[in-house]
């Protein structure tokens, strides 16, 4: 197991090297790292309302039952008390489940807002990387060499070109 901790650590250092000679990377792994925290955000966010929305639907038969065994208690009150307690018992079952589903749609709503929270701080950030990309590559294409023609955009082409293909080795290399 320690050789796969040695590679594993002579790995992320050689990549912490690399991107540390390759700022520009730097930018474009955080964005990916970004990208890929707001997509997982999103995901939970769906799946925690889709959660809510079948709890809701629970609590709400749950607490149909819960009225009819306590309209059939009361009916069986003076004539069947046997019944009335059988009544009785099953209303207070179905109570019990009732404020257990309450709590766990209480614990989903504080997991949604933590969630929206979460994505409504990516979102900003990953503009802010976006900008700063679109700003590197503007400024590098901008103090190009004077000899070549303006509309000339291979030298940039090539340079997106080449950072994309690091950006796939790095994503193989960490395991994407």
């Known amino acids: 197991m320690s050789l ?11 990549l912490e090297e690399f991107l540390q000679a390759n700022p520009q990377l730097q930018l474009y792994v955080l964005l990916e790292k970004v990208r890929d925290e707001e997509q997982r955000t999103q995901q939970q966010l769906i799946l925690l309302r889709q959660e809510e929305r079948e709890l809701q639907t629970k609590i709400l038969t749950t607490a149909q039952e819960v ?14 008390p046997d019944l009335a307690q059988a ?36 979102s900003p950030r990953r503009q802010e990387l976006e900008a700063k990309i679109k700003q590197q590559v503007d400024t590098s294409t ?4 004077p000899q070549r023609p303006a ?16 950006i796939e080795a790095l994503k193989k290399k960490m395991g994407h």
């Not at 009225?67 to 069947?80: G, M, T, V």
């Open 87 to 122: 009544a009785e018992q099953r209303e207070a079952e179905f109570l019990a489940q009732g404020n257990h589903m309450w709590a766990r749609k209480s614990e989903l709503a504080l997991e949604i807002k933590k969630n929206e929270k979460l994505f409504h701080e990516l």
């Open 4 to 14: 796969w901790q040695d590679l594993e650590t002579f790995l992320e250092t050689r």
């Open 151 to 166: 509309n000339d955009d291979l030298d940039a082409r090539f340079r997106q070109w080449e950072l994309d293909k690091e």
């Open 142 to 145: 901008t103090s190009a060499p």
């Open 67 to 80: 009225k009819k065994w306590f309209e059939r208690k009361q009916q069986a009150k003076i004539s069947r």
